[in-house]
């Protein structure tokens, strides 16, 4: 078993998540990558497991996501959601349209406004995300 293999045991483990084959080999991907599109992680990994359907890989990333193991970004060209490992810090991002390219964006422009939000309305704020999409300067 790989150092990668007992790293994501251990996080689906602490989530309630069991750990399968097809699960640890989603996220050894998206770790080698940016960000993918559902139907790019099916691709990287269909002669891998010949009883993968897309459904499959969707309802893994739904999973995982709502575990917060994954992140899905907004909708790209077409209405794919990007996915990538979630973050370890709080994060925004930018995202390139053409290459899919996440860039990180260190500061957090919205903290204030969170505890303005808080004060007018009542609600206690449990997070947020704010992504920026436009095109890289390798796409231009």
Do not use: W
């Amino acid at each position: 078993m790989t150092d990668f293999e007992e790293c994501y045991k251990a996080v689906l483990k602490l989530r309630g998540i069991k750990s399968t084959k097809q699960r640890l080999a989603v996220l050894e991907v998206l770790c080698k990558s940016d960000a993918l599109t559902a139907e790019e992680i099916f691709l990287n990994l269909r002669d891998s497991f010949l009883n993968l359907s897309l459904s499959t890989v969707y309802r893994i990333l739904d999973t995982l996501s709502k575990n917060s193991v994954v992140t899905k970004s907004g909708l790209m060209e077409g209405g794919r959601a990007l996915y990538e490992i979630t973050p370890a810090a709080h994060r925004h991002n930018l995202i390139c349209e053409k290459c899919h390219k996440i860039t990180p964006l260190r500061d957090c422009p919205l903290a204030e406004y969170e505890n303005d939000i808080e004060k007018k309305t009542g609600y206690a704020i449990s997070g947020h995300k704010l992504e920026v999409y436009g095109i890289c300067p390798n796409c231009k």
